[in-house]
Structure formats: structure tokens, C-alpha cells
């Protein structure tokens, strides 16, 4: 027991250090960004000028269309109105989000009866997977609602008073208001109470956080002026359909399997310290499992884990998504360690073998970081454009070249456009007519593999052919290529300055999701 103890402190010691030692070569590169991460930040700098989700088509303001919610981008945005860059805030948010994922998992830890010592560990735990590794790195929205997630757990894992629950439904509702898929921790926390025949408790939980939630929707249609929900109808499904359902196991297997291997191991573990746990609970299992620590950690693990098959359900969603489920692992496990029997043996083994997975990724995307660069191609490529606008099917070059994105996200350009096509003949006539002195591709028209890459992904088939119709490839830097209207000059091609073009896969490759090993035939989420 102590020479367990002391190989999981020291492993999760260590990873917490690595994951904190690379984040400034992280924050350099911008490996870890990707055109989500510039609509983020497109919005969140909307918001700072005084737009609240911009429509779907604006004269002024450009293309529109999102799924994301309000919280993120509004601190963002409240962070850049106080005087910090755009990107440095992004990343700083970024940070506090993962202090808040690590805590929340500690406080979720010590209130089901874990030690100090061993629930910090496993709350460092949490850092094992590459979903939160690179989290940590990027400028999105998937840490923020799981550490809420963890709090509002915590708040309701030890004597769930009234006012613990209200404060259990405020964070849910709070967890909600930046994802509207974390709602499985309050899910968890329903069952939990429920299984504990705490049915009065769970159904003011359940209806509290539902009242909450429904207010963050409301309060955000009309705080947009009515654009939110319409947005919402336009954008949410990514175009989900029967078959997404139906293939989004095989994906989530995909993603564990291959894009998240250290995330494998938290989660396998997890998985075999429940099955462990239940095979020692013997004859009373009903009251046993009730009074277990381990339950309401497992309930939660068990309802991230259902959620994600609906979120993997809409196409182009990528390795982002396993936070949730990784961050619940780590808590099974930290609730597993002092458990009797065969669950406690399982969780000693598959903790120091997660946060040993852990290590061995932190110090490889570390390496990564410093062999590669995004932001530096992002800043060599706005450099080498003409003057005039722009029209980046990657928000992250008007960004790098201190401009706003005409077009938030080339995914729900797509998308709208299908539902209403005057949308994408608007574009479509903006480049016949040169509006734009130049537009930045992420795939070579010439691309055996565009047409699919634009009919089923970024900006849709209607855009990419005016663009090869009016438009010559004029040179390019790094994964990005520049297209001007036939006549104009050419531009240089290119490497990133500085670094090797190597390593992570590029959005100009079939990649889920910066990092992830994963192929795919459409466009990262």
C-alpha cells in the first residue's frame, strides 16, 4: 500500500509539473488551435466590440453561425475589454479552466472520503488524457463546463442539504451555460440521489437545474436580440443524421483507441475498478452500492460516457469531447483507492499506469510543440496577403494579422447554407465580384480530396467552385493556401518561418481534432 502510494504521487507529481513545463512552448506554437479555436476567439472579440452572436449574414459584420454557449466566450470577452489581447486571454482562460478542472476533482474526491494526499493525485490525474492536455493549450470551450461539472458534484456528494443543492443546480446551470452537453454531471447527481432513495432531493436538484438552464437559454436569445436560438435552429445538429448515429461508437472506439491512448488508459482502468467493485459488493448490493464512494463518481463517468455518444453522433466532432469522460475516470479511480477488494487493487495498478500514460504525452507534444508551429504559419501567411479583405476559411489568419474574420466558421457556413442557399449565393457573388483581394484555404483546390473536403465540410461545394472559377492559387505558406482573383500577383510559397513543417497533423490533412491520430473524411470540430 505505501509503495503504491508513493509510485502514484511521485507519477502524478510528475505529470502535473510536465503538463505546466510545456505549456509555454504550447502557447507559442498554437499546435493545439485550430479554426474552432479562431471562432471562439471571433466571437469572443465580437462580444468585447458590443455584438452578442453575430447573424448568420451581416453586411458589417461578415458570416455568422455557431452551436457554442454564452459563459466561455463571455469571459473572454470581458477579459479583452479589460485589456488583454485577444489570444493571451484565451489562453489564460484556458489555465483557470484547468485549475478549476483539477479542483473540482479534488473537492469531488475529499467529499466522497478520499485523503488529501491520494485525491490530489488523482485529481492530477485528470491531466493524463491528450483531450486535456491539450485543452490546456488551446482556446476553446470543453475544460470550463467539466470542472463546473466536478463542483456541483462536489457540492451535493456530502450531506445534501437544501442549500448545498441550490449551489449543486447553480454550477450545473453554469456548466450548462458554456456546454450544453455537460448536463450529464447533473444527471449523475439526479441518480445519485435517487439511488439513494433521496427522491424528494433529486427531483429539486433536477428541476432547479432545468429552471436555470431554460433561464441561460432565454436570458441569451434576448441578450442577442433574438439571433441565439435562431442560430441554434440553423446550426446545432452539425447535420446529424441517421447513419452519424449509428457510426458514432465505432468513432468513439476510434478516438480512445488511437487519437487518445493515454485517455485509454484512464478510461479502461475506470472501467475495470467499477466492474471490480461490483463483483465485491456480494449479497446486499443494492444498500452496498448505495453507500459506496465510488457511485456517484461511476454514475457520472457512466452518463459522460452516454452524452458523448450523442455528441459523436454529429459529424466532424473530434478527440475534444473525451474530457469529460477522462476527467470522470480519474475521479472512479481516486474514489477506488481505499475501497476493499479487488476495485481498490484494480485503481492501484491502473492510476500510476494512467498518469506514466500521461507523462509519455506531455513530453511528446512538448517535443511536438517545439519542432511545429500553427501560429507561425498563421502570421506568415497574413504577412505575404495583398492588401484588402480577407476571406479565411481559418478565422486564425485575419486574427494573426490583427483584423476581424469576415467568417466565423467555415463548418456552419456549410451547414446554414443548406437550409437557406441565398446564404452561400451571397458568398458565392461576393468573390465573383472581387470583393475579396485574397482567400485562405486550408485545402489545395487541386486536392484530389477537395471536392469532398468542401461539399461535406468547410464552406460547401457552391463557394469552392466560384472560388475555382474566378480565383488562381497564388502560393501558400505552410498548411495554408492563398487564392486571388486571375490577374493579381502571385504570392510566395512557403514554409512556416523557423520551424520544420513536421509533426502534428495539419487541418490540411483528414485529422480529427489538433493532435489526434484519428482519419476522417471531413474537417475538425
Known sequence: MRHARSLLLGLAAALALATAARLPAAWESGNALN?????????AQDLADGTFYRPLHDPALGYGGTRFFPLELAIHAGLVRAGLPLLPAGYALSLAAVA?????AFGLLRRVGVPRAPALAFAAL???GLAVQLGASAVRGDLLPVGLSALGLAAVASRPRPGRLALAALFF?????AKPTSLTGAAAAVAWLAVRRQRGRAAVLGL????LAAGVVLATDAASSGRFLGILRACASGGAGVRDALVAPWKLF?????????????VAG???TIAAAMRDLGAERRRAAAESPLLLPALWLGAAGAGLLGVLASPGTGVNHLVDVEVAAAAVLGAAWLAPGAAARVARLAGPAAAAAGLAVAVATFREDLASSRLLEARAVARALPAGAVLSE??????????RPVLLDPWMLRLAGERDPALVRGLAGEIATGRYASIVLLRDLDDPEADAWFAHGNLGHDVAEEIRRTCRRAGGVGRYHVYVPRGAPRTPERAAPGREARGRPTPAEPAEDAGARVVVGTPPR
Do not use: N
Open 35 to 43: 479554426h474552432v479555436s479562431g471562432a471562439w476567439m471571433t466571437l
Open 173 to 177: 446551470a453554469l456548466a450548462f451555460a
Open 208 to 211: 432547479a437545474t432545468a429552471a
Open 126 to 128: 485528470a491531466l493524463a
Open 254 to 266: 476510434r478516438y480512445v483507441t488511437v487519437g487518445d491512448p493515454s485517455g485509454l488508459v484512464l
Open 394 to 403: 481559418d478565422p486564425l489568419v485575419p486574427i494573426a494579422a490583427g483584423t
Open 270 to 272: 475506470a472501467g475495470a
Open 100 to 104: 478549476l478542472v483539477v479542483g473540482g
